[in-house]
């Protein structure tokens, strides 16, 4: 059918390498990029966390003082002053939940979330979360009710991580329901 051009078949070879070349140069470049990409992502996630964490400290003296002028210095108050103190607590509550929300994200993502496993009942868990929400739940005349107390089967978790589960649903719980409404909490065992 015809003789091998041998020229054609060169130009295809020298076709074949440039292309390959050029592949290559572009597979080195997308590695130096991936590569500079997960630094950046692990600054912005390192500087992120510091962030979050500064905010805290700053946000916790707010609440504390907002707290203490609802609790002491009411009496003097208006009405009308009171319900500026009570805004003040509810939107520095909701921006510590997001910055303790964040900084736990930030600590997933970066892959150094550590498990502080020990043995403890979902008994012991409720009764340690209970106090935490109280005073929230009083001040909208919130009744809170503990079903499972009696359940003082060994867990091994991290109750610290639990109890900030439990802590997160009751305060979006107590947030969200009408005053003298009752908010449950229960644990079952399903095994």
């Known amino acids: 059918l015809g003789s091998i051009d041998v020229d054609e078949q060169q130009r295809l070879r020298e076709a074949v390498l440039e292309l390959n070349r050029e592949l290559n140069a572009t597979m080195r470049e997308l590695h130096l990029a991936n590569a500079e990409l ?3 992502g692990e600054l912005k996630s390192r500087f992120l966390g510091m962030a979050a964490h500064d905010l805290r400290t700053p946000l916790g003296v707010i609440i504390t003082y907002s707290e203490f002028m609802l609790d002491e210095a009411d009496a003097s108050f208006t ?13 520095a509550a909701a921006m510590k939940r997001l910055i303790d929300n964040f900084l736990d994200l930030t600590v997933i993502e970066s892959g150094q979330l550590r498990l502080d496993r020990s043995w ?5 868990i409720l009764e340690g979360v209970l106090p935490m929400v109280q005073p929230a739940a009083a001040r909208k005349n919130i009744t809170l009710l503990m079903e ?3 359940d003082r089967r060994p867990l091994d978790v991290d109750a ?6 439990l802590i997160n649903l009751l305060n979006n719980a107590i947030e969200h329901s009408t005053a003298g409404a009752r908010v449950w909490l229960a644990s079952r065992w399903e095994g």
């Open 120 to 124: 403890t009942s979902a008994a012991e």
């Open 148 to 150: 499972g107390e009696e």
């Open 79 to 91: 009405e009308q002053q009171r319900s500026f103190v009570r805004t003040t607590l509810r939107a």
């Open 38 to 40: 997960r630094e950046l």
């Open 160 to 165: 610290g991580k639990i109890a900030q589960v």
